[in-house]
């Protein structure tokens, strides 16, 4: 027996990127708190951040050092069995990690040779009758190294091999702790003058300490191309996979791979029509539960100046899952103001 309720998000975001000759310096940050009507829903009114800040420093003309931060604080989706039971409101968890690394190009064939360190805290949850639960032991450090290599085929094409490997250490549950393997290939495009972007496909390992869980493995895709049909109409599509920590009992990993396709067009240059498509799973290898999740949308952008746009939304939402108690369908309107400068 759901009900409608109503619900505000307020958003804001920075994008920078600097104009120097040599060197360079990008920074996207992103916020945003959505909050619903008095006596609704209060358990899910969520913070979100995230910010990433990328670097380059240019030894010199074929040689760089690459840096980055990231911070991210969001929450699980209110559904997820990763959750307890009578949440006063959902718990929220931290993603704090660094990139260092060096790129250098031989004429055509360039290298990348990346370390990354991340670390994921998990804050308590609150429950209704005023008892807080620690959620301390899924809290993990994450160590990569990360090579890869390109070469320029074409002014239009780089494709790219890269091989990650990674360890996630547990804190206070070392029978979680596992080790990635991942290998990719794809290409950088710049084709035609109309598609761009960068797609990737490959295959992901992850093994276990602990013996009973087991390995976590399948084709992953990552990436996003644009492509410019016409002056009117611009087609996107992006790919992501990954392995998450998970707390249901006999499994190891929430293996999730999602697939989206955008088409905006411009009816006239102030009004432009978007249309969105989305296909994901996720997989709770060494359990039965499974989650099948698809979302239709349909949207309009009216730009009332250079900087004030209006925008309309309508989407449904569909998950089918193994487990009862799991699945759901949703329908949300969204009506919004967008100021930029």
Do not use: C
Request: no cysteine; hydrophobic share 35%; net charge negative.
């Amino acid at each position: 027996g759901p009900s409608a309720a109503m619900s505000g998000v307020v958003m804001p975001e920075l994008q920078a990127v600097s104009d120097w000759d040599r060197h360079s310096l990008t920074a996207d940050i992103i916020g945003s708190w959505t909050q619903y009507g008095e006596n609704q829903v209060p358990s899910l009114n969520v913070p979100y951040f995230s910010s990433t800040v990328d670097g380059r420093v240019d030894v010199r003309r074929d040689t760089q050092i690459v840096v980055e931060n990231r911070y991210l604080l969001n929450t699980d989706n209110p559904g997820s069995p990763n959750l307890q039971a009578q949440l006063a409101r959902l718990p929220i968890n931290t993603d704090l990690g660094g990139t260092l690394g060096i790129a250098h190009e031989f004429n055509r064939l360039s290298f990348a040779l990346l370390g990354t360190f991340d670390t994921a805290q998990y804050d308590n949850s609150l429950l209704t009758n005023g008892q807080q639960v620690s959620n301390a032991a899924r809290n993990f450090n994450e160590t990569a190294g990360i090579l890869r290599l390109s070469y320029d085929l074409d002014p239009g094409l780089k494709p790219f091999i890269q091989v990650e490997h990674d360890q996630r250490t547990h804190q206070l549950d070392p029978q979680r702790n596992s080790t990635g393997t991942t290998v990719q290939v794809g290409g950088d495009v710049d084709l035609f003058g109309t598609l761009t972007g960068e797609m990737a496909g490959g295959w992901l390992v992850r093994s276990y300490d602990d013996p009973t869980l087991p390995n976590v493995s399948g084709f992953i895709a990552n990436g996003q191309l644009i492509w410019q049909a016409t002056p009117l109409t611009t087609a996107k599509l992006g790919a992501a996979s990954e392995v998450y920590e998970t707390t249901v009992v006999g499994a190891s990993g929430q293996f999730t791979r999602d697939l989206n396709l955008e088409v905006d067009h411009a009816f006239v240059p102030w009004i432009i029509g978007i249309l969105q498509a989305g296909y994901g799973t996720d997989n709770y290898v060494g359990s039965s539960l499974r989650d099948t999740r698809y979302f239709v949308s349909a949207g309009l952008t009216y730009k009332m100046t250079r900087e004030v746009q209006l925008r309309t939304q309508v989407r449904q939402d569909w998950q089918f899952a193994t487990q009862p108690g799991f699945g759901f369908t949703a329908t949300s309107a969204l009506v919004g103001m967008r100021l930029q400068r």
